[in-house]
């Protein structure tokens, strides 16, 4: 039924052209499109209509459909030319504008996945930009899903440079404010990850968060990572028996590759620390040089 509906209303806009319509039945059209996932064409028509000088105005229709069209485009992992859209219209708009949030939002967003994320640098003429101070200093004027997502990378920003307890802060807030935030689960599993990784761990805020994770989780390959940083919680605690059994039960989970090889790998030395010698190089045999050289062994 709601096929259909998008149909008609397709139909009735490819009838006349965008600029002949009025403005709120094209906006309802883009927005529709949007959240049918029809990104392509939501980046067309939210160019048209951006363009049409009645509606390049600072209205919250014009506010939305910028969201709708760079959003778009970071749903469809387009985040270089999501950029290059952002380049423009920060030429267009003032600073002091109501859009100028949300741009300098997803241009922090952007830069994060498109560089960040992968491990790359940024261009020469982004690397004066700290992507969370900018998410930091917007994110109270964006709309509420705008500012779930900030928080969201701005603790992924924090994260990937090892600053663990900004993180930690900023997943926090994040997993007790927002339980509809599309990506809690990952959010929650960041913060079990900073809890580890602080200079001074809590182990046990973090294997409380893991077992949350693993009571919400029936998705075998995310289950056997969250058994996985449990186990490794109680490998630091010096519960070793404990620990090795929890690393068995992701074995039985269909674990990713990266997670497989943690597995063995610590299997083996646990069982070579308890004299099992024999079944220490069992799991060690598990392992090819390519096995150890992708996760970085």
């Known amino acids: ?13 490819l009838a006349a052209p965008l600029w002949a319509n009025d403005e709120a039945e094209s906006y309802a059209l883009i ?30 229709r014009a506010q939305k459909v910028f969201q709708y069209l760079i959003g778009g485009l970071m749903e469809r992992g387009a985040q270089i030319q999501a950029l290059r859209y952002i380049k423009e219209f920060e030429t267009r708009y003032e600073k002091g504008s109501v859009v100028w949030p949300s741009i300098q939002f997803y241009k922090a967003w952007a830069l994060f996945d498109a560089y960040t994320d992968k491990g790359l640098a940024f261009p020469e003429e982004y690397t004066e930009i700290n992507v969370s101070k900018v998410l930091d200093d917007v994110k109270h004027s964006l709309a509420p899903r705008e500012r779930m997502m900030a928080l969201y990378k701005q603790g992924q920003d924090f994260f990937f440079r090892e600053y663990y307890h900004e993180a930690q802060k900023v997943f926090s807030e994040l997993t007790k404010k927002y339980l509809s935030f599309r990506d809690y689960e990952n959010a929650l599993f960041y913060l079990g990850k900073c809890y580890f990784y602080l200079p001074a ?30 186990g490794a919680c109680l490998y630091e605690k010096g519960r070793l028996d404990e620990a090795k059994s929890i690393f068995k ?15 063995y790998y610590n299997l083996g030395w646990l069982d070579a620390a308890q ?10 045999e598990k392992l090819t040089d390519d096995d150890l050289a992708d996760v970085g062994l």
């Open 201 to 230: 761990p809590d182990y046990n805020l973090a294997i409380k968060t893991f077992d949350e994770l693993i009571a919400k989780r029936r998705r075998s390959q995310l289950l056997a990572s969250y058994y996985f940083w449990k």
């Open 249 to 263: 039960d992701a074995l039985q989970l269909d674990p990713d590759k990266e997670t497989r090889v943690d597995l």
């Open 275 to 284: 004299g099992k010698l024999s079944s220490s190089l069992a799991y060690f």
């Open 31 to 60: 927005r529709q499109a949007y959240n049918d996932h029809l990104f392509l064409f939501v980046e067309e028509k939210s160019l048209d209509y951006l363009s049409q000088s009645q509606y390049d105005q600072e209205g919250d």
């Open 1 to 13: 039924m709601k096929t259909r509906f998008f149909s008609l209303l397709l139909i009735i806009f």
